[in-house]
């Protein structure tokens, strides 16, 4: 099997691929051949998009903070959380 010169691959494509796979709704031989992508690659990419997607919600108020320091907040904000 002659071996191809290394890809890259777009983040949107990487996340396209992982969500996919996530979703497992084929197998991998079917997601590495649709996508002409390994096995392991796609497996590679899940395993980091399932590490990282707590990351999202983690951040919390912290990120909030930083985005209000950096960009400044709206004009109207709405401060009632339901409480």
Known sequence: MKRRPG?????????????????GEHTMAEF?????VHPNQIMQWKTLLLERATGVFAAGESS?????ERYGGPEIMNTDQGS
């Open 64 to 68: 909030l903070e930083e985005a209000l």
């Open 7 to 23: 890809r890259k691959h777009s983040s949107a494509f990487k996340f396209k691929v992982a969500l996919a796979a996530v979703k």
């Open 32 to 36: 590495a051949q649709g996508f002409d």
